[in-house]
């Protein structure tokens, strides 16, 4: 994979920067990691776990890194589990374009709720996601929830 330099139009950097966590729906942030609602959701309760090193690929983090995004991964996991009591969860992640990467260069994993019957996964029609809840109120729900775990 190529090497990506950090740069002003990258929008994790830019987040992972930021300091006003609520604009920005970062819900919590760690030494390495930030947790955060996807502006672009699949699904209600949609959430990414966001390296705030700019780098590409698992392989290229350090064993802290490697640690810590274990330990954000599995919180995001309860703290959606604990909001929304969903079916099953999705956990991926796109490495690089072709795969399917948004946001190509940045390390991020995502936290998809999904429930039995639910056909909102991918965009079927006019690339179209319908959610049920405002991000806001995600993010309320959520931030609830961590702190409840």
């Known amino acids: 994979m190529q090497d990506h330099e ?14 006003d966590d609520r604009a920005n729906f970062v819900l ?24 705030n090193r700019h780098v590409e690929s698992f392989s290229e983090l350090d ?9 954000l ?6 703290a959606v589990q604990e909001a929304y009591r969903p079916d099953g969860i999705n956990v991926g992640a796109n490495l690089g374009r072709s795969a399917g990467a948004g946001i190509v260069g ?11 019957g639910d056909t909102n996964f991918m ?5 179209t996601r319908v959610v049920s809840e405002d991000l806001a109120e995600t993010y309320e729900r959520i931030r609830a929830a961590l702190e409840r775990i």
């Open 6 to 19: 950090p740069g002003p139009d990258c929008l994790f950097c830019t987040i992972g920067g930021a300091r």
């Open 28 to 51: 919590e942030r760690a030494g390495h990691w930030y947790l955060i609602i996807n502006r672009f959701p699949y699904t209600t309760g949609h959430l990414m776990v966001v390296c």
């Open 63 to 71: 064993g802290d890194e490697g640690a810590e995004f274990s330990r």
């Open 73 to 78: 991964l599995a919180r995001g996991e309860r």
């Open 106 to 116: 940045h390390l991020h994993v995502h936290v998809v709720p999904r429930w039995h």
């Open 123 to 127: 965009s079927a029609v006019a690339d």
